[in-house]
C-alpha cells in the first residue's frame, strides 16, 4: 500500500515538474489561427417540427403568424405546414 503512494506521489511530482516546461515549448497549445476569432459563426435551433437542432444558416424558412420558423429540412416544413391546416 505505500508502494502505491510512493508511485503515485513520484507521479505527482513528475507531472508538476513536466507541465511548465511543456508550455514553454507549446506542447497542447492551440495557434491563433486554429483557434479562430472568438465570434460565433452560426447558432444551433431547434426544428419546430421534428425537434432536430441544426445551424440556422441551414435552415428553411417559413414565416407563421409575423413568426420567423427555421426548419431542417423542406420535408419538415411540409410536415408543420400540413399540421397547421388541420388543426
Avoid: W
Avoid at 37 to 62: L, Q, S, W
Wanted: aromatic content about 14%.
Amino acid at each position: 500500500m505505500i508502494r502505491f503512494f510512493i508511485i503515485a506521489g513520484l507521479a505527482y511530482l513528475c507531472y508538476r515538474v513536466l507541465k511548465p516546461i511543456a508550455g514553454q515549448h507549446g506542447f497542447g497549445k492551440v495557434s491563433s489561427s486554429e483557434r479562430g476569432t472568438g465570434k460565433i459563426d452560426d447558432v444551433m435551433i431547434k426544428d419546430p417540427y421534428c425537434e432536430a437542432y441544426f445551424p440556422k444558416r441551414n435552415g428553411v424558412h417559413y414565416r407563421h403568424n409575423g413568426e420567423d420558423l427555421y426548419f431542417c429540412s423542406e420535408k419538415c416544413r411540409a410536415g408543420f405546414i400540413e399540421r397547421k391546416k388541420q388543426s
